[in-house]
């Protein structure tokens, strides 16, 4: 009989990468430890649930069925409200009475957090909706990390940062040498004592290692809600204006407010999609004087409002 049950909670449009990659370290564990994971898939109402890919998963119960599990796994994506209903918020808080450990992939956090439960926890989720999910439950520790674990609380980034997770988990429940092989068999090769970065370096997004253009960028990415002028990015690299400008058109082949006015816009359509955030709040928040300016630039870079992207 398995010592641990495993109970991966699925909401519609989950991410089916993440689901297996939380569920293939248990697999490869039982293969070298014997019988020691078991695990369910369960729903809120008990039927089968389609991922992101349209792909359906069954289940073997709903909510009822969940009993006290040694772990519950949320597991969410593109469309979490979808687990966000009365009974499921219930269930959660029950489950952490019990005191179960509660682990949440990709957006499965905001469930926890609209429960509560993540409040004065430290978390991640996915770096898309990070955003939106620090503006939105203010009483999270909010990381950017592959994955946090705080006390009985597990969170990640989703995608392949759900094995880095449960790695961490049969670590310390196992062995850390039991972790690294499965790892291994795995073919996983980051390291399962340290979380990395969470989204790929912007050397890599960018297909570029000049450390000037690097730093401006990153000046950029930080600094959203006070845009910084063009001579004070400059100066972020110790070079002029002008020695910017042809930095970025030769590099990146864009003028660098453009590409920063760019960056702003595709954080306010993150915070617009995974936030409850006023227009007006992402608009400051994104470092635009008035909503119309807001509005306008949002329209010429999505061809429409950013109203009809939160109603769509």
């Not at 979490?80 to 009475?97: D, F, Q, Y």
């Not at 503006?135 to 597990?154: F, H, I, N």
């Not at 006070?226 to 020695?243: F, K, M």
């Amino acid at each position: 009989m398995a010592r641990y049950d495993v109970v991966f909670l699925l909401v519609p449009k989950f991410s089916m990468i993440a689901l297996y990659g939380a569920l293939e370290p248990l697999r490869v564990a039982n293969r070298f430890a014997g019988p020691t994971f078991s695990w369910r898939f369960v729903s809120g109402d008990g039927q089968p649930v389609a991922a992101s890919n349209d792909i359906p998963v069954s289940v073997s119960g709903g909510l009822g069925d969940i009993g006290k599990p040694d772990m519950v796994v949320i597991s969410a994506s593109y469309e979490p409200e979808k687990g966000n209903t009365r009974p499921m918020i219930s269930v959660l808080k029950g489950l952490a009475r019990k005191r179960v450990l509660l682990a949440a992939i990709d957006t499965g956090p905001f469930l926890l957090a609209e429960a509560g439960l993540l409040d004065d926890y430290r978390a991640t989720c996915h770096w898309e909706s990070l955003p939106g999910f620090r503006e939105s439950y203010r009483k999270v520790q909010v990381e950017q990390s592959l994955y946090v674990t705080d006390r009985d609380r597990m969170t990640c980034a989703g995608g392949a940062a759900a094995i880095d997770m449960m790695l961490d988990w049969i670590g310390r429940l196992l062995g850390r040498p039991l972790a690294v092989l499965v790892a291994d068999q795995l073919v996983h090769f980051r390291s399962v004592e340290q979380p990395s970065q969470a989204r790929l370096p912007a050397a890599a997004r960018y297909g570029t290692t000049d450390a000037r253009l690097l730093k401006i960028i990153t000046a950029m990415e930080e600094q959203g809600e006070d845009p910084l002028d063009a001579p004070a990015l400059a100066d972020v690299a110790g070079i002029s204006v002008r020695q910017m400008e042809r930095l970025f058109h030769e590099k990146l082949g864009e003028r660098p407010m453009g590409f920063y006015l760019k960056l702003r816009l595709e954080k306010a359509e993150r915070l617009i999609t995974y936030s409850t955030m006023g227009m007006r709040e992402i608009s400051v928040a994104c470092g635009f004087s008035s909503l119309p300016l807001f509005s306008r630039n949002f329209r010429q870079r999505y061809g429409r409002p950013p109203s009809a992207l939160r109603t769509s």
